[in-house]
């Protein structure tokens, strides 16, 4: 019953599509860790399952292997035991040759008996054979998922980390992007411009200051001018009085 769970997790694991589960999965990462551990963990008990089998296949093997050589050596003997009986036959020693007939009668039961029981542990041992091979194929097949799972897990912590590394170099030019106003750089930009326009401020009322100590100095030599053409005026009527 065990070697038969084992054999139907092997198969339900060989079987998994990786891809497929992971694509399912909220958390793809968390879901391969998951899994390698199962992989893991059922390797294990496939490989105790399978040496189990392996151990119990060979004691199969071996006590058939005795079975036969069992048969082969009571073979020889029966051989051996007719022929002595035909020896003694032939010298007229009939009831020496009858014991060693039936001896040969013995050795030849026993040959049976062996022979049977090499034939009725031949099918267990194929069967045998045959679950072991499964198991191995299983396993390997198991392994080579459980390589599948570590390169797939590489691959994602690879493309999670490049991931990373792409968000925190937008949310950096984000955070440098001089048309955004609520940007430091944005701010420093403004407050440049309010005081370049200041400065232009200061400038043209500078210039309209000037402008005007120009302009009452020249009214104010205008006012000159008058003063002093009048009083030229004066001073001409003054002398025409004065010769007259």
């Known amino acids: 019953m065990t070697k038969q769970s084992i054999f139907g997790r092997i198969t339900t694991l060989v079987r998994a599509n990786i891809n497929s589960i992971l694509d399912s999965a909220e958390d793809p990462q968390k879901m391969i860790d998951q899994l390698i551990r199962d992989y893991t963990n059922n390797i294990a008990d496939a490989e105790s399952a399978i040496a189990e ?6 004691l199969l093997e071996q006590d058939y292997r005795e079975d036969v050589k069992t048969a082969e050596e009571w073979g020889r003997k029966a051989i ?41 542990a031949e099918p267990t041992i194929a069967a045998q054979q045959e679950v072991t091979a499964k198991l191995k194929d299983g396993l390997n097949g198991m392994k080579e998922k459980l390589k599948q799972l570590h390169s797939k ?6 493309r999670a980390k490049t991931a990373e590394a792409q968000n925190r170099v937008a949310d950096a030019v984000k ?3 001089v048309l955004d106003p609520t ?11 309010r005081q370049e326009a200041l400065a232009r401020g200061k400038q043209e009322i500078a210039a ?37």
């Not at 089998?53 to 060979?58: A, S």
């Not at 005007?212 to 009085?241: C, D, H, I, P, Y």
């Open 53 to 58: 089998t392996i151990g119990n296949l060979r």
């Open 80 to 120: 051996a035991a007719s022929g002595k009986a035909d020896e003694l036959r032939t010298a007229g020693n009939t009831v020496d040759a009858d014991k060693f007939d039936n001896l040969a009668k013995v050795a030849l039961q026993r040959q049976i008996s062996a022979e049977n029981e090499a034939k009725t």
């Open 153 to 158: 897990r590489a691959e994602l912590v690879a």
């Open 175 to 177: 955070s440098i992007d």
């Open 183 to 193: 940007s430091d750089l944005g701010r420093f930009e403004e407050k440049i411009r």
């Open 208 to 244: 309209s200051t000037l402008d005007a100590q120009f302009n009452e100095l020249e009214n104010f030599e205008a006012v000159t001018e008058v003063e002093a053409r009048l009083a030229a005026l004066k001073s001409g009527r003054t002398a025409q009085a004065i010769e007259q």
